[in-house]
């Protein structure tokens, strides 16, 4: 079933949900966030889901981040947009039932944020992750409140600080990811694991969730949402999206 720019499978109990711009990189482009919100709401909805599964089409990228191409910097629109795209990303963390991110290439920016927002990420041994949003004179506005806690406030500020990316098997050292697969045996991994989980008396699962995501999406998201307009109305900022558009270097003030 087509969703937006999303194929959505039912297989059994299991969701499987593919971003499905390939040639994109699988960008979080209007159409990958109408499908996955989509999605979401099959996955609430249906009694008999009982775990979704995310992954990126294609080998190079589970999602690339967000697609800046035609970004609108007047103030009104860049409310919005962090309104809208912070709230996207953490609509994970708010589903009832757990979800698998399995990461089978780039995940960087908002993909490596929707990553993080399910409940595990399996990552392809080929996988790579960052949130090099610093080069465009910007932040994660999603990340910057939920890395520290995962990795520790020195390492949250230098990936976010550097915006260099990170292999598989840092992040599955940094606690970000369970586990490296090779590339192959990726979907079957994560189908396994989410069978597994839904093996399990989904109550205690769901209550699981709950209890460990308790105190999430309160004071640090809206803080985020009301602060980060006024970050992407910086002339560094400005620079930094024109530059990335017009492939150059940025030269920041």
Do not use: H, W
């Amino acid at each position: 079933m087509r969703l937006g720019s999303v194929e959505f499978e039912k297989r059994g109990a299991i969701a499987l949900v593919t971003l499905d711009e390939p040639g994109k990189l699988n960008a979080l482009s209007a159409g990958i966030r109408e499908g996955v919100t989509a999605s979401l709401a099959r996955i609430e909805a249906d009694p008999d889901i009982r775990v979704g599964i995310i992954i990126g089409s294609g080998e190079k990228a589970f999602c690339a981040g967000a697609d800046i191409s035609g970004f609108d910097f007047a103030a009104d629109a860049v409310k919005q947009f962090i309104e809208e795209i912070v709230t996207f990303l953490a609509s994970p963390e708010s589903c009832s039932k757990p979800l698998i991110a399995a990461v089978n290439g780039m995940a960087f920016g908002g993909g490596f944020e929707l990553a993080i927002a399910c409940d595990f990420i399996l990552a392809s041994e080929r996988a790579t992750f960052g949130v090099p949003e610093i080069k465009l004179g910007l932040l994660p506005g999603f990340a910057v409140v939920r890395l520290a806690e995962m990795v520790g406030r020195p390492k949250a500020k230098e990936m976010s600080m550097l915006g260099d990316p990170i292999s598989a098997d840092e992040a599955v050292r940094l606690g970000i990811a369970l586990r490296t697969v090779a590339p192959d045996r990726l979907l079957e991994e994560a189908l396994a694991m989410a069978e597994k989980i839904a093996a399990k008396p989904q109550m205690a699962v769901r209550m699981a969730k709950s209890f460990y995501n308790r105190g999430l999406g309160g004071d640090d998201l809206r803080a985020a949402r009301d602060g980060f307009p006024f970050l992407f109305m910086t002339p560094d900022a400005r620079e930094g999206v024109t530059a990335f558009r017009e492939k150059r270097k940025p030269k920041f003030s």
